[in-house]
């Protein structure tokens, strides 16, 4: 009786893997998530020393698939061009001057979001994300409307309402919550496109418990969504005064 309904409820699974796998075509993907953190909290986490006060790029991710092609290396040849700004914009906060992050991101998302012409190359993968990047300002963006870092807290909602209302789209925004639960540490920020560039709504995808940990299962501190009644810090880079 009881392997009966194991039998049952197996089959019942196998039914529901299979035909979410057909529904959803298992090849390509069909939106960009732009990942932007915050160096100071990323550090937090991960004892680097942030050194950037700005917004730096996390990475760009297709919302299907991850390490599509593991015989497609990262070749930093041919991003050369590149470089001055990736250091700048994309910057290897846990081993500055290597490039071990851009490999990382690369074999795990780039080699996926290659299945798009658009960023069949190193090249163009990088330097779209760059693009994007700059495109969206993130960082101009919330100082043009006063998110600054700061001792005292914002709430979630103004945070949020600013960047909804300025792109129309509704962006990921995530913090970590250290044990106590006063007050939640603004970390990263998700901004999502279609497969033409254009912005789109983020939302809840199959990848999202593994973006969730991408690159930062180390600790067991980690990045979820920002909760709304919790208030939010942005701290400033240390030893810099805040604005
Ligand atoms: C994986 O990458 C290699 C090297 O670029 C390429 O030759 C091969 O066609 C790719 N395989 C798939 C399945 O895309
Ligand atoms: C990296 O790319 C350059 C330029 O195409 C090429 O000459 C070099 O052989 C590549 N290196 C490796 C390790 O594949």
Not at 2 to 31: Q, Y
Not at 191 to 206: G, K, P
Request: proline letters at 6%.
């Amino acid at each position: 009786m009881k392997s009966l309904a194991l039998v049952v409820l197996l089959c019942l699974g196998c039914g529901l893997m299979s035909s979410s796998f057909v529904l959803a075509s298992p090849h390509m993907w069909s939106k960009l998530i732009l990942t932007q953190h915050w160096p100071s909290t990323f550090c937090s986490m991960e004892h680097c020393d942030p050194k950037f006060d700005y917004w730096t790029l996390h990475g760009l991710w297709p919302d299907k698939g991850q390490e599509c092609n593991s015989s497609w290396h990262f070749n930093v040849t041919l991003i050369q061009d590149l470089l001055p700004d990736m250091q700048k914009w994309w910057p290897d906060l846990i081993t500055p001057a290597s490039s071990e992050f851009w490999q990382y991101e690369w074999q795990k998302h780039g080699t996926c979001a290659a299945k798009a012409e658009s960023l069949n190359s190193q090249h163009k993968y990088f330097g779209k994300a760059l693009e994007l990047y700059h495109t969206l300002d993130l960082d101009g963006v919330m100082k043009k409307f006063n998110i600054v870092p700061s001792e005292t807290y914002y709430t979630f909602d103004h945070i949020e309402g600013i960047i909804l209302n300025f792109y129309s789209v509704k962006p990921k925004i995530q913090c970590i919550h250290p044990k106590g639960g006063k007050v939640q540490i603004l970390g990263q920020i998700e901004i999502c496109f279609n497969s033409d560039f254009q912005l789109a709504n983020c939302e809840h995808s199959e990848t999202d418990t593994l973006r969730l940990i991408d690159f930062l299962n180390v600790k067991g501190t980690e990045f979820s969504v920002c909760d709304h009644a919790t208030p939010v810090y942005y701290p400033p880079l240390k030893g810099k005064p805040s604005m």
